[in-house]
Structures are given as structure tokens and as C-alpha cells.
């Protein structure tokens, strides 16, 4: 599990290295909201694809060795000794203008430029309420998903799809 300090100390660590990163999944909806509303497994971050070296060198200097899932160019997941786990979603693009993740159908997904949200009092660069919308569509939601989205939909006003199945 990774808590509010971790995921600041992460985004620290890479400004520190020069690489840009902007927050998705559970920690994204989290920051749009402006506050910790779950515990969070994982930390998922957008970067580039042509500063992923660096962002691996330095996520490696803080421990976060330990190969998951290299589904590279798409994603790769890492974790430290600690269990706790960073998974990258590479784009080809720029902070400034967003960028596309090439999908293993050789699709493209588009993320936007980031908008700011806060973690721990602080903003921080993450994914938009719409973009975070598209990333829940596509396969059946688990529970957590599905209240996830119920928040940022209450919070941000974003709109679900009429589809989008509500948490039991």
C-alpha cells in the first residue's frame, strides 16, 4: 500500500530527476477530489516514453527494483522490498500537450495534458475526470472501480456513461 507521503515522495523524486509524471488510477480520482477516499494498492503514473530510462534509474535508486509486468511499450509495473507498487503507462508526447499510450492492438489511447489535483494538501499534476472516465470503460468494473467512479462523478460532476453500472 502506498499512502499520501509515498506517492509525494515518488513525484519528488522524479521532478528531482527531470522527468515528467502526471497521477492516474486511484491516486488520480483521489487528487481530483482533493482528498485520500481508499486505500491504494498500486500508484499508477502517465510518463514519457522517451524519459521512461530515467524514470526507471531513478524509481530504481529508491527501491523500486522488482519487475511485475513488463508490457512494455503499454505499461510496466514495478515494486520495492516494501511491496509497494509504481505502475507506468509510457505516451509519446509532451507534459504540455499530453500523449498517446500505444496499446498492445496497436491502438493508441490519448492522455491529455495533465490538470492539477492535490495529494496531502499539495497540488500535483494528474489525469483529468473525462480521461479518467475513458480509462473505467472497456471491461467489467470491480466494486472498487465502480465507487471510484460514483466519487469523481459526484465530486467533479464529470458524466458516466447511462451504462455505467453503479457499486452494490
Known amino acids: 500500500m502506498l499512502n499520501e507521503s509515498d506517492v509525494l515522495d515518488v513525484l519528488d523524486l522524479l521532478d528531482e ?5 502526471w497521477v492516474d488510477g486511484g491516486w488520480g480520482v483521489d487528487a481530483l477530489l482533493g ?19 530515467a524514470v526507471r534509474e531513478a524509481l530504481a535508486g529508491a527501491g523500486f527494483t522488482e519487475v511485475l509486468r513488463d508490457w512494455l511499450p503499454t505499461s510496466l509495473a514495478v515494486a520495492d522490498g516494501a511491496g509497494r507498487e509504481i505502475d507506468l503507462h509510457p505516451v ?19 492522455y491529455p495534458a495533465p490538470v ?21 470503460l472497456g471491461y467489467e468494473p ?27
Open 142 to 168: 470491480t466494486d472498487k472501480d465502480r465507487r471510484d467512479m460514483e466519487r469523481l462523478h459526484a465530486g467533479t460532476g464529470v458524466e458516466l456513461p447511462p451504462d455505467y453500472p453503479s457499486a452494490p
Open 35 to 53: 482528498r485520500t477516499t481508499r486505500p491504494h494498492g498500486d500508484l499508477d503514473l502517465v510518463v514519457l516514453l522517451d524519459q521512461l530510462d
Open 92 to 110: 509519446v508526447g509532451s507534459l504540455r500537450e499530453g500523449g498517446q499510450q500505444l496499446l498492445p492492438d496497436g491502438q493508441r489511447f490519448h
Open 17 to 21: 530527476a527531470g522527468v515528467a509524471a
Open 116 to 136: 492539477t489535483g492535490t495529494i496531502g494538501g499539495r497540488p500535483v499534476p494528474c489525469v483529468d475526470a473525462a480521461t479518467q472516465v475513458q480509462c473505467h
